[in-house]
């Protein structure tokens, strides 16, 4: 960490490199990448490349399409060859920022996004935020064509051991590639479904963590592939089996101390965790959008598949859309449940923060957490608790972010209209088809 421009330059040069490659996220939180070879080194590090962004979804007007690439020194790492077989010149990756051709740091990258709601917490004298990702995925069988199928051979469940499985074997690849690449990784298993996994790794600051989600999914893409697999991140590509998630843990750091933890309080969380808690049930409904942004995403969100569906906190139930784990200490975290895998890893961790700080600005409370497992609650006990319902289809997922002022801001002009209108494009597509299931279920009988 803390790489300057001259380190870095002697590492390519020490490790062989030919190509480096220079990383975005779009709008829609899809990894873009411009690869330039050796002669362009210098140049890419002075942030002198320049890119079309017209020719990224969702990133410019056509009028200002010219856009440079910021790299952000400490993302510099060279690709082991379980990533990138090395027989045509070594590749090393940076994670830039974009800004316009005169510096100013670009409204439409999800990075610049994220960066803005860390300043503003900042202000108010914490830290950071921490957050601890758990992505979920799928590994399914190619066709020999190579087309992806939503077929596994594998018969595991939750934590097997044996036999051993063949995603077993592209897992361990992953990990190696991922720790290789400087990923401190926590954990790894088989997740409840046949053919499903996760791994875990370490919080980190906000940042820090999208830009490695970002990299985790599309080397974990990479490492499939490698194995003959496909790794999705759909969030429910089986209709009646557990669909991927992303649980993902929060804490507000304050002078090198966790924020969220009062020994004397309630529960032992301070006030200050009840606000950001508040914050994130508030704008639940109108960040969901963001946090599953796909018509897929809301097929993971129905009951009993482990997914919440309902707006509440719960300091033990893991049908509660937050869950206070029980560590204490430096591990105080709040777990938020809904968000998927599919999500744009900087907006998703914008909107939470964003969320949280209206809380913590607002002094807003949360009602008492619940004990209960709440999918076995009728609907007059969640009417008595003020349990709301999180919106069940994309549709009702825009129209609550249009609702959503803090949010708006949050995103930011240009990624909130970029958002909304391609999302609406998205479902109204998806409303005009006609479903397998339609023809299934009428066409006999009308
Ligand atoms: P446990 O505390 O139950 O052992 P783990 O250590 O497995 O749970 O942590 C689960 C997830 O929570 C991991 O992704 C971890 O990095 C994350 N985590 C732990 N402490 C914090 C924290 N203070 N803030 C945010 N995430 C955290
Ligand atoms: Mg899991
Ligand atoms: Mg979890």
Redesign the pocket.
């Known amino acids: 960490m803390g790489y300057t421009k001259a380190e870095i330059l002697k590492e390519l040069k020490a490790a062989n490199v030919k190509f480096l490659r220079l990383q975005i996220t779009d709008i829609l939180g899809v990894v873009k990448n411009v690869e330039v070879p050796e002669s362009q080194f210098e140049k890419a590090l002075d942030g002198e490349i320049m890119f079309d962004g017209s020719s990224i979804e969702g990133f410019t007007r056509i009028e200002e399409s010219d856009m440079l690439l910021r790299p952000d020194y400490d993302t510099f790492v060279v690709l082991p060859d379980l990533v990138e077989d090395p027989t045509r010149g070594r590749v090393a990756r940076l994670i830039c920022d974009v800004a316009y051709p005169d510096g100013r740091p670009f409204e439409g990258d999800p990075r610049y996004v994220l960066k803005r709601q860390v300043e503003r917490l900042k202000k108010l004298g914490f830290d950071d935020m921490?957050?601890?990702?758990?992505p979920e995925f799928f590994l399914f069988l190619r066709t020999p064509e190579g087309l992806p199928t939503v077929e596994t051979h594998d018969k595991a469940g939750y934590f097997d051991l044996a036999p051993l499985d063949k995603g077993e074997e592209a897992r361990r690849d992953m990990v190696n590639a991922l720790v290789a690449m400087g990923f401190e990784i926590?954990?790894s298993h088989h997740e409840v479904a046949p053919g499903q996994h996760e791994i875990?790794?370490?919080?980190a600051e906000a940042v820090k963590t999208a830009d490695s989600i970002a990299t985790f999914k599309w080397v974990v893409k990479r490492v499939a592939l490698n194995h003959g697999l496909h790794a999705t991140f759909l969030p429910k590509p089986i209709a009646g089996i557990n669909g991927s998630g992303m649980h993902t843990?929060?804490?507000l750091f304050k002078g090198g101390q966790?924020a969220f933890f009062d020994p004397q309080a309630p529960y032992q969380l301070s006030q200050t965790a009840l606000h950001f808690i508040a914050g994130l049930l508030e704008h639940a409904d109108g960040m969901v959008a963001i946090t599953n942004p796909l018509v897929n995403s809301y097929k993971r969100l129905t009951p009993g598949y482990e997914a919440p569906t309902n707006i509440a906190w719960s300091a033990s139930n893991r049908s509660a859309m937050i869950r206070i784990?029980a560590?204490r200490g430096?591990?105080?975290?709040a777990e938020l449940r809904m968000p998927d895998p599919s999500a744009n890893p900087y907006l998703a961790l914008a909107v939470m923060l964003a969320a949280g700080l209206d809380g913590i600005e607002k002094g807003l409370l949360p009602p008492p957490p619940i004990q209960r497992n709440i999918y076995q609650m009728s609907v007059r006990e969640r009417r008595k608790h003020k349990i709301r319902e999180l919106p069940g289809t994309l549709r009702e997922a825009l129209e609550a972010l249009r609702k959503d002022r803090v949010i708006q801001e949050a995103l930011g002009e240009h990624v909130y209209t970029h958002f909304v209108q391609a999302k609406q494009m998205e479902w109204d597509e998806y409303r005009v088809t006609v479903h397998q299931w339609e023809l299934d279920r009428y066409l006999a009988t009308y």
């Open positions: 921490y957050a601890g990702p758990e926590e954990a875990d790794f370490k919080y843990h929060l804490s966790n784990p560590r430096v591990g105080t975290r």
